[in-house]
């Protein structure tokens, strides 16, 4: 289950963003990018004009 993508402004360099990407699971969001490889690769081209860098700082878990 996919609960939202939230964009952050960075508070110190005003031109940095983060995104941060909510799943019920880890393996609920695995799932997705196997069942929609083709068209998150072309989203992430689409964007790419709009990023200087792009990295995946982690996957997080809230403790039981």
Same mark, same amino acid.
Not at 6 to 30: I, M, R
């Given at each position: 289950?996919?609960?939202? @993508?939230? &964009?952050?402004? =960075?508070? $110190?360099? #005003?031109?940095?963003?983060? @995104? &941060? =990407? &909510?799943?019920?699971? #880890?393996?609920?969001? %695995?799932?997705? $990018?196997?069942?929609?490889?083709? %068209?998150?690769?072309?989203? =992430?081209?689409?964007? +790419?004009?709009? @990023? &200087?860098?792009? $990295? ?7 403790? +039981?």
């Amino acid at each position: 289950m996919y609960y939202g @993508t939230f &964009l952050q402004q =960075d508070t $110190k360099h #005003p031109n940095c963003y983060g @995104t &941060l =990407d &909510l799943w019920v699971y #880890p393996a609920a969001f %695995e799932a997705f $990018k196997a069942e929609h490889t083709r %068209e998150y690769a072309a989203l =992430d081209r689409e964007c +790419e004009e709009l @990023t &200087l860098s792009e $990295k995946r700082i982690g996957g997080f878990e809230r403790p +039981e």
